[in-house]
């Protein structure tokens, strides 16, 4: 997911501090932290079926693209064809 993101005031200094201080190297790395640290407060997204919840999101966004014919899934033959 891309996203544009304007932040000002407190949060411009807390993301600020935590790249000078090294904790993290750029402003989407404190982003992600904060999406992360979010979580473990609120247990949103269950940490132990995170990884299967994360395939079936990929495989409905790539099942959506099948159906409008925006990506052709290949065979095994047409895939291997090209790295004969």
Same mark, same amino acid.
């Given at each position: ?5 304007d932040?000002?005031?407190?949060p411009e ?6 790249i ?6 750029? =402003? $989407?790395e404190?982003?992600r &932290?904060?999406?992360i640290s979010?979580?473990? #407060?609120?247990?949103? *997204?269950?940490? =132990? $079926?995170?990884?299967m919840? &994360? ?6 966004q #790539?099942?959506?693209l *099948?159906k409008?014919?925006?990506i052709?899934?290949?065979?095994k033959?047409?895939?291997f064809k090209?790295?004969?």
């Amino acid at each position: 997911m891309r996203t544009t993101v304007d932040m000002d005031g407190f949060p411009e200094l807390v993301i600020s501090r935590a790249i000078s201080l090294g904790i993290a190297k750029t =402003k $989407n790395e404190v982003i992600r &932290m904060g999406v992360i640290s979010f979580n473990k #407060e609120y247990n949103l *997204v269950n940490e =132990k $079926n995170i990884e299967m919840q &994360m395939v079936e999101s990929k495989l409905m966004q #790539e099942e959506k693209l *099948v159906k409008t014919n925006k990506i052709k899934l290949l065979t095994k033959d047409e895939f291997f064809k090209k790295y004969k």
